[in-house]
């Protein structure tokens, strides 16, 4: 296979929890003072940064912000589950020898909450928050330095256009995936190195023959489907 980490994204890539994040989102507005989201459908077409003038957040507020919703999240960690389709696919990616970690913006203690609480905890051999929304980039590129595995053979999924910007300040490979926040043209228009709309096509993305100089958005269309294990 072309690659044997696995770096997952958590919240829209592992975890179906958006519906949760603007729930908590708007619940707060009044208390924060910021403006509540109306239109998903509009958000999921902003960078984060025009989300954050969009609806009024200020940046020497923001750390406060993610601590206080990772707090509030943490009364629903238990109760998240993964994407189904995800979910199925870890068993028989590691069975084909993928190994799996996660990168994440939410907290450790959270994450572990809903890992748990889905039979998926022992799956991941490491757990890495970073709080700081904007420095995940630099977070990562810390990660793939401690790890005992070359930067060519780890993929690091994410759904948001920060996870796109990560993975290249990281030197690793970026599967984009539109099951998350950001819709699909977001996404393809900042050139990810694979674009999945569905999760099984995590197979192809494995089959695929490395580039050789530039990084193409996409799957390779010549790429054939590894058969699953539990096949």
Known sequence: MRFS???????????????LALELFNRSSAVWGY????????????????FMR?????????????????????AYASQLRLY?????????????????????????????ATLRANGQEEAFEFIASCPRLF???????????????PRERILYLGDEVRDI???????????????????????RAAQPDFLLTHPH????????????AERAPGVSPGAARLPSPAA
Do not use: C
């Open 35 to 50: 403006r509540p989201v109306t239109d998903v459908e509009a958000v999921r077409h902003l960078s984060a940064r025009q």
């Open 201 to 212: 096509q995590l197979w192809d993305v494995l089959a695929a023959v490395p580039a050789s």
């Open 5 to 19: 980490l696995l770096i997952w994204d958590f919240d829209g890539t592992l975890a179906d929890s958006l519906a």
């Open 54 to 74: 969009q609806h009024g957040i200020s940046w020497w507020r923001l750390p406060r912000l993610v601590r206080y919703f990772h707090a509030e999240a943490a």
């Open 84 to 112: 189904p389709p995800v979910a199925e696919m870890l068993p028989p990616l590691r069975e084909a020898g993928l190994r799996f970690g996660i990168l994440s913006s939410n907290s450790e203690a959270n994450i572990r």
């Open 135 to 149: 420095r995940k980039g630099s977070a990562l590129r810390r990660l793939v330095r401690r790890l005992d595995v």
């Open 165 to 187: 910007t990560a993975a290249r300040k990281a030197g690793v490979a970026i599967a984009a995936v539109s099951w998350g926040f950001h819709a699909l043209p977001v996404l």
